[in-house]
């Protein structure tokens, strides 16, 4: 059996190394940190589904559900 590698290991060897692999892709990109497109620094953290907010200058605004 296989090593299940990123936050799809959780599942251990169930639901199939294809719904695990993108599981880990999607949680990957929605607990990434990125740019805030106001003040440009690298503070911008997802608040829930398509909301999300930075750090630094305190800008709530609207995007992808799990990416700016």
Same mark, same amino acid.
């Given at each position: 059996? $296989?090593?299940?590698?990123?936050? =799809? #290991?959780?599942? +251990?060897?169930?639901? *199939?190394?294809?719904?695990? =692999?993108?599981?880990?892709?999607? %949680? $990957? ?10 003040? #440009? %620094? &690298?503070?911008? &953290?997802?608040?829930?589904? *398509?909301?999300? *907010?930075?750090? &630094?200058? +305190? $800008? &709530? ?5 799990? %990416?700016?």
């Amino acid at each position: 059996m $296989a090593k299940t590698k990123g936050p =799809a #290991k959780r599942f +251990g060897a169930r639901y *199939g190394r294809t719904i695990r =692999a993108k599981i880990n892709l999607v %949680e $990957a990109k929605q607990k990434k940190i990125y740019d805030c497109p106001y003040c #440009k %620094e &690298k503070k911008v &953290k997802r608040i829930f589904v *398509g909301v999300w *907010g930075c750090k &630094k200058c +305190g $800008a &709530k605004f609207t995007g992808r559900a799990y %990416e700016v």
